[in-house]
């Protein structure tokens, strides 16, 4: 048992069972043991690989698109280009490789990062430092200008509440004890606010919610666009999505706390309603594979290949593969952009 496994029971046997998001927030942001804290949990060495990390032609396409954001944004000067959850700066140094060409973006960015992991963060010094990114604790310090902000596989880990639609109504899903053992409980309060009848299961991540319209007030007053690549479905009720991932592999949720990744699936049609009330506009959310050949990215991967040894060029196809193919990354996955209302076409959506 880890030190975040006694501490969690000691304080349901104190204060009572817990919400699933204080759980989640324990288990990955407590600043001694949180699973986002220390450590590089990336790669094959680690405990999952991101887009990013599949191939450089992910950051390069990304970066297409904000160029040409900015471009259909009329050029701002200065602007906010700001990632959430960036991992080694993968991402966003493919991305900005594209950007630096783009006659006027580099003179007129200025990145702004947000990362709560220590070794992370000194990841992208080496890949990022030379950009001299500021790091943002709040979201609510960025600076009154438009905004462009990339976000690849941070709201998953974002903490979620689950409910269950119980005879006696909707009950929250808690987290108790039963003996030693961390086990899922039904609260016995009413839920004190309407959930949609038709559905058996409710999840929702409140931190989601806050920090997207916060965003989207911030670009909706002063400009810029947000792109948000993540796994969950375009529709809401999909059941109990959370899940524990250790060494590439699903494990137990309650078991190892602070040890394992925990992340749920991704509420795009809540995410796009908070947007769309605080005066943005959301074109239909697509899946990954469709977004990135809109963009070219098969142009891209043959491009690469002229250069290429054999070896590399079946990597290159591997690569594409994955980050494409429905059976892979490129149907679960899904991307959602938000700009201010009246710039209705962006490119990569219908
Ligand atoms: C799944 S990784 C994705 C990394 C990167 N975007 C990529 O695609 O490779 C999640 C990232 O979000 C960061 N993160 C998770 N929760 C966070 C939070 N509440 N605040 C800031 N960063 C967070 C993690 O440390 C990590 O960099």
């Given at each position: 048992m880890t030190e975040l496994d006694r501490l969690i029971r000691s304080m349901i046997e104190a204060e009572g069972p817990m919400p699933i998001a204080r759980f989640m927030q324990l288990a990955l942001q407590h600043p001694e043991y949180g699973y986002y804290v220390k450590g590089d949990p990336l790669g094959v060495d680690g405990d999952f690989t991101t887009a990013p990390e599949v191939s450089q032609l992910f950051g390069e396409t990304i970066g297409l698109w904000l160029a040409d954001t900015w471009r259909r944004s009329c050029k701002p000067s200065p602007f906010a280009l700001l990632e959430l959850g960036p991992g080694r700066g993968t991402l966003m140094r493919d991305a900005l490789r594209v950007c630096?060409?783009?006659?006027g973006f580099p003179q007129a960015m200025k990145l702004h990062l947000m990362e709560s992991n220590i070794t992370l963060r000194e990841k992208q010094a080496e890949t990022l430092g030379a950009y001299n990114p500021v790091y943002l604790e709040?979201?609510?310090?960025?600076?009154?200008m438009p905004l462009f902000v990339i976000a690849n596989?941070?709201?998953?880990?974002l903490p979620i509440y689950q409910y269950i639609n119980t005879e006696a109504g909707w009950r929250e899903r808690l987290i108790g004890l039963e003996g030693d053992k961390l086990v899922f409980v039904q609260s016995k309060k009413k839920v004190p606010m309407p959930l949609p009848?038709?559905?058996?299961f409710f999840e929702m991540s409140m931190q989601a919610i806050a920090i997207v319209q916060l965003l989207s007030a911030h670009i909706a007053k002063h400009g810029g666009a947000f792109l948000i690549a993540d796994?969950?479905?375009?529709?809401?009720?999909?059941?109990d999505t959370l899940q524990a991932v250790s060494g590439h592999a699903s494990v137990p949720v309650l078991e190892a706390a602070g040890q394992v990744d925990l992340t749920a699936h991704v509420d795009f049609a809540a995410l796009a309603q908070v947007a769309r009330r605080q005066g943005a506009f959301v074109p239909d959310v697509t899946a990954q594979g469709p977004f990135l050949q809109a963009l070219g990215i098969e142009i891209r991967a043959a491009q690469l290949k002229l250069k290429a040894t054999p070896e590399q060029a079946k990597a290159i196809d591997e690569a594409v593969a994955r980050l494409l193919d429905p059976d892979q990354m490129g149907s679960l996955f899904k991307v959602m952009a938000i700009v201010p209302e009246g710039q209705n076409e962006v490119c990569g959506f219908t």
């Open positions: 630096d060409r783009v006659l709040d979201l609510s310090d960025l600076p009154e596989e941070f709201f998953d880990a009848e038709e559905l058996p796994y969950g479905a375009t529709q809401g009720g999909q059941g």
